[in-house]
Structures are given as C-alpha cells and as structure tokens.
C-alpha cells in the first residue's frame, strides 16, 4: 500500500520558473490538503480540496494554486517561484473516520534560487 | 480564525514521563489532534481528543479540556526514539472543520 506519493523528492528551481508537485493517493480519501514547512513555522496549510473538483485556500495560498481533477490526484503549482517559496511540502489527505486522522507523503524539498 | 500555543522544546532524560502542553484559540473547537514528526520525515497521527478527558494508547496519553481551550500529550518511559517535533492541531469550524489548522511545534529532546 503505497498511501500518498510525492514528486518530486527534492528540486532545485530558478526563480521565475513554474513548478508543478506532484501529489497522488490511493485510499481513496475525498479530502486533501498542501502544507509548506518553514523553520519555527510549523506547519502552514497553502490549499485544500474536500471532493474530487472543489478547492480551497489555507492560511498562505499566494502564489500558488492548485486542481483536483480526481479524487487520487492533487497536484500544486508554482507560477513562477520565488526564493520566499523555498521550503519543504506535505501532502495530506484525511481519513472519513472520526478522529480525522491525516495521512502525509514523504515530502518535496524545493529551493528556489 | 484559530491559534495554537506550544512550548518550543522540551528536554528529557530516557525513562522519565514528559508533558507538552498546548493552548488554542478557535472560533469553534471539533477536536485536538497530535502528530509526531521526526527529523527528515512526515508526520504521523498519534491521537485524537474531541472530548474532555484523558485518551490512552500505549505510552503515550492526549489529554483535553474544552472549557480551558488545553490540552497535552504526555509521554511516559520515554526512549531515544521518542526524540522528535510534536504537533497539536485543531480544525477549522469556518470550513466546515474541513482545514486542520497546526501549532508551531515542540521539538522534544530525549537524552541517555
């Protein structure tokens, strides 16, 4: 059972580029979510999908977005990365069971230059 | 809008029992959630209160209370392995408790 997977693992981009991370799951969750990960920050949601089609933005969603064509895919992207974006990002989808539990992949470490 | 108030590290020796605390603020509580992360990897669910009380599994306990906005995870016969960041979350009622809102985290140092 794979659970959620991300891609890429690291990356290394130049300011002014598009970035697409790649978020994928198979348990079939309807919620998902993006979190970025800053030093001392914690954990910052950036969008969030409760259903297949429907999205939502979290505390920091400037200059980023994000498309749930399905309910396995979700992927976040870029427009045209800034340094401020450098930072490590989770993936998440939501178990339908009472304690909400959340279900993260292994994380992108993006630096952008 | 919500917050989350947790210490920023917590130090402990193997075989003592640890409580980090947590304190939020919300326009409307669904319950406290905590997760472990250890460095370099993902974090992980390890409870969930959404009543007051005390929730045990294994060695560790997540404690809440709704009328004090509190809670705490406590970690008892603790291991070098229990060396780690812990993060208390609430859910955002402005969502329809779709969005888990996290605390800044308490990194928890385990020594010999």
């Known amino acids: 059972i794979a659970g959620i997977t991300q891609a890429p693992t690291s990356q290394i981009l130049a300011a002014g580029r598009r970035m697409t991370l790649r978020c994928t799951q198979d348990m079939r969750h309807n919620a998902m979510y993006w979190y970025r990960q800053d030093l001392g920050l914690g954990l910052r949601l950036i969008h969030y999908s409760n259903t297949a089609g429907t999205t939502g933005k979290g505390e920091v969603p400037d200059g980023y977005s994000v498309s749930r064509a399905n309910t396995d895919d979700f992927p976040l992207t870029l427009a045209s990365a800034v340094p401020s974006q450098t930072s490590v990002y989770f993936c998440?989808?939501?178990?339908?069971?009472?304690?909400?539990?959340?279900?993260f992949g292994e994380g992108s470490r993006l630096t952008v230059l | 809008g919500q917050s989350l108030e947790q210490p920023s590290e917590v130090t402990a020796v193997e075989g003592a029992i640890v409580q980090i605390n947590c304190t939020y603020q919300t326009s409307g509580f669904y319950g406290l959630s905590w997760y472990q992360q250890h460095d370099g990897g993902a974090p992980t669910f390890l409870s969930y209160n959404a009543l007051d009380g005390l929730e045990e599994t294994g060695r560790f306990s997540s404690f809440l209370s709704r009328s004090d906005s509190y809670g705490y995870l406590l970690l008892q016969e603790l291991q070098m392995k229990d060396s780690a960041s812990y993060f208390c979350a609430v859910r955002d009622r402005n969502t329809g408790f779709q969005k888990l809102v996290f605390g800044t985290g308490t990194r928890l140092l385990v020594s010999p």
């Open positions: 998440a989808s939501r178990a339908t069971t009472a304690t909400g539990e959340l279900f």
